[in-house]
């Protein structure tokens, strides 16, 4: 018999998705099975997978403890690189400015050094992330950007965390804010009241899977979202702008695809911008950094409203001064 304690980090979870991720060596049909002839129990009684967990809740599973057995590799993310730079912290969250050319999750290309590993290699030489203590929690990104983009990522500590950051994220309650370089001088979009003399760039963005790469819409079309960017230019020199870009939603490539479809794509953007022109560019990423973060709550948060206010800014954007010096002498 295996028995599983919630903790807070597991609680509100559906029973069935926190013994998969809490015994990924159990078969999905026999987890199901079990339930149905009462071999899984919660609290001592007959347990249904949608039943949502509560801190100190007990789980007894009368099944094969080998089925149970933790993977035979262990801790690859104290395998992933020490350098992080982090903007803020407290119990529940951490702010980074991740660098350009670092991944934020694993993928086919890079598994152990990310962002998220070396996050998870910072708790746990801190002492606040012991995976022997969690049945499913782990430390993950609220959001994500770009490999070879720099700029500000959110990480959950705790379960609480990810949750609320999530919704907050999808109540639009975080201002996030880009600077990047462009090639032109963009004049595209709805004129947005009020100061700042900002605009609005409203396109339909589709994936394109096999090209990895996302197409640009003027209207809806089947199986493209609506993307919505606001923009306002802050500084010209040598034919480039430094803009400042606000997302109003969270599509991949959003800024890089729907500033290339007006034809003011990034200088350095190797995938959107005219190949001549990236070539001219001498540079090998793109000039786009997410430099800013505002929490701006409009609807409770919990534990975590004293984060209600929080300004974060990246120190320094090194394009800005190599692109725009009179712009960065003055500001």
Sequence with gaps: ????????????QRLDRFLQKAAPGLPVPLLYKSLRTKHIKLNGKRAQGPARLKEG????????DELFAPPAWKYDFLRAGRELSVLYEDGHILLLDKKAGLLSHPDEREYIDTLL???????????????????????ALVNRIDRNTRGIVIAAKTAQALRVRGEKMKRRELRKLYLCAAHGRPEQGEPVPGPGDWRLLR?????????????????PVPGAKESLTKYRVLAEHGGLSLLEAELLTGRTHQIRAQLAAIGHALVGDGKYAPRAQYQASGRKQQCLCSHRLAFAFDTPAEELEYLNGLDVSVPDVPFIGELFPDYAANS
């Design 1 to 12: 018999m295996t028995e599983f304690i919630v903790t807070q980090n597991d609680a509100g």
């Design 57 to 64: 809740d007990r789980i007894r599973c009368w099944m094969r």
């Design 117 to 139: 590993g070396r996050i998870q290699r910072y708790l746990y030489e801190k002492g606040e992330y012991d995976p022997e203590k969690e049945n499913a929690f782990a430390p």
């Design 203 to 219: 396109h339909w963005l589709r994936k394109d899977e096999g090209r990895a790469l996302v197409r640009v819409f003027d209207q």
